[in-house]
């Protein structure tokens, strides 16, 4: 057996003693030919080697360099110097990977996040991308836990779909056509009757509407699962292949869907604060650094920690969009005409007006609810004003929408007039309008954007650095 190593997380929490111990893992710097900060990747501490003087060959000892690969076995003691509390006095040095420090595109020394972007194939070697790649595991983690806990089926909904009617975002399409010589009918249209579906399908913007028919039989369900955007907004919020987590929920109205959502999201946050401290700490460190270069008025008030405990303990916000509108509209940006678009009622409220209300007005995360019917989708509930619909938004700090949901239309007539009157052929969406049309409830759900909640807890100001390979507008590196 190779693999008896030790990782260096659970190493740390021995006691030395001079047990007999292996690591495996890569060099962070190697001093004075005698102690080698190794790490292993799961921990950003490292653990020190000591080398004996005289005990290792010169030639070994040059293959040391930075990002080497290493097998060290030795006894573990407890250190002499200052800075840690454990050394390996190590007997044994396998190289098993040389790495050509003039070569090698990470030097020790402070790389920029764009620069890093570029490089992402070497970047979980750095500790700020250890750290938040070690949290959205843990984030993931804890999803599936908080649903599996409360009873909920974690269903696949298709990735290539041939529904097109949701009208979530630009899509890519799915295609064996070839582009020359595509095939035609009579009219000139391309004949997806001979593609590789005889239909034309796409990448899915949503797994939704197949969640809604899951959970109109099984009651509670989840998704987690890649979703795809062909949109062009180059915005540090946005992927064109990102991961989405959309429960759906039987008998639940948009009261139940909120409460769900608000202690989803504080669910996983505590997870993440029990299960990474350690990471978390080191993030927010980083974020104060970063932030010494921003003037007084652009840093965060909080420290991330402090922002993850405030958001734990505090009710979110519950306002209207109605009452949204009014705040912005007594807002004194709105006055001072510091908005660039125009604030009124029946708009779509762009980024800078629901930063205004989380970052600003309420300085916590709100949920705004009841939005005008204009501007959402066909399925969302229709209230008896006429004029909004059952759906609920949360925004927070830093990030803006991190939660798009809503009760959902169960009523098949009502649902019917809506769909005619945004043009949405209900002969092609028969099997969704099935399930009203047998044993119809009232039920809810939301999508919870993942690399969004990852930018929240990491403190990460830019979707591309919490997604290990980043797709977006003319990139697909990797
Ligand atoms: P936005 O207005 O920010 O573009 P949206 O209204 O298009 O969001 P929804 O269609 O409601 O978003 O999608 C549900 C959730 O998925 C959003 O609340 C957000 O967290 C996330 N999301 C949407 N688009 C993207 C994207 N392009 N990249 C990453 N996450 C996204
Ligand atoms: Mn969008």
Not at 109 to 114: D, G, M
Not at 395 to 415: D, H, N, T, Y
């Amino acid at each position: 057996m190779f693999n008896k190593r030790i990782k260096i997380k659970k190493l740390l929490t021995e006691q030395p003693s001079g047990q007999q111990v292996t690591v495996m893992g890569w060099v962070k710097s190697f001093r004075n030919n005698q102690f080698i900060a190794l790490n292993d990747g799961s921990t950003n501490n490292n653990i020190q080697i000591v080398t004996e003087l005289g005990k290792f060959d010169e030639t070994t000892l040059k293959r040391i360099t930075i990002s080497a690969a290493l097998m060290v076995s030795g006894t573990l003691i407890p250190s002499l110097g200052k800075g840690q509390q454990m050394e390996i006095k190590a007997d044994e040095i396998t190289i098993l990977g040389d790495s050509d420090a003039e070569k090698y595109p990470l030097q020790p020394k402070k790389h920029s996040l764009e620069f890093l972007r570029e490089i992402a194939h070497l970047r979980f070697r750095t500790s700020t991308f250890g750290a938040v790649f070690r949290i959205r595991h843990s984030l993931a983690f804890a999803i599936h836990q908080f649903f599996n806990e409360r009873g909920f089926v974690y269903l696949h909904t298709p990735i290539i779909t041939a529904s097109d009617a949701e009208g979530a975002g630009e899509m890519f399409k799915v295609t064996t056509l070839p582009f020359d010589n595509t095939p035609r009918t009579p009219d000139g249209e391309i004949n997806y009757k001979e593609d590789f579906f005889g239909r034309a399908t796409n990448l899915t913007v949503s797994g939704q509407l197949e969640g809604e028919l899951g959970a109109t039989g099984l009651g509670d369900i989840y998704t987690f699962g890649p979703t795809f955007r062909a949109e062009n907004s180059n915005t540090p919020r946005h992927l064109a292949e990102f991961w989405m987590i959309e429960p759906e929920m039987a008998f639940y109205d948009l009261e139940d869907n909120m409460n769900l959502a608000e202690e989803f999201i504080k669910y996983i946050i505590r997870y993440a604060m029990e299960h990474n401290a350690e990471d978390l700490t080191f993030l927010q460190q980083r974020l104060i650094e970063e932030e010494k270069l921003l003037p007084q008025d652009k840093r965060s008030e909080m420290g991330l920690l402090q922002k993850l405990e405030f958001v734990l303990n505090n009710a979110f916000e519950r306002i209207s969009y109605t009452e949204a509108i009014d705040i912005l509209i007594q807002s004194p940006p709105y006055k001072k005409k510091k908005f660039q678009y125009e604030v009124k009622w029946g708009m779509d409220m762009q980024s800078e007006h629901e930063r205004y209300l989380v970052e600003k007005h309420f300085k916590k995360p709100v949920i705004v609810t009841d939005y005008p019917a204009d501007i959402k989708a066909f399925y969302m509930r229709q209230n008896d004003d006429g004029k909004t619909v059952a759906a609920m938004d949360i925004l927070a700090p830093g990030i803006g929408e991190i939660v798009g949901g809503s009760q959902r239309e169960e009523r098949l007539e009502k649902l019917g007039t809506r769909m005619k009157a945004m043009n949405i052929p209900q002969e092609e969406l028969s099997w969704y309008l099935d399930t009203r049309r047998f044993g119809t409830v009232p039920h809810a759900g939301f999508g919870l954007g993942f690399e969004r909640m990852v930018l929240f807890v990491t403190g990460m100001s830019n979707i591309r650095d919490v997604i290990p390979f980043p797709r977006t507008p003319k990139n697909a590196a990797f």
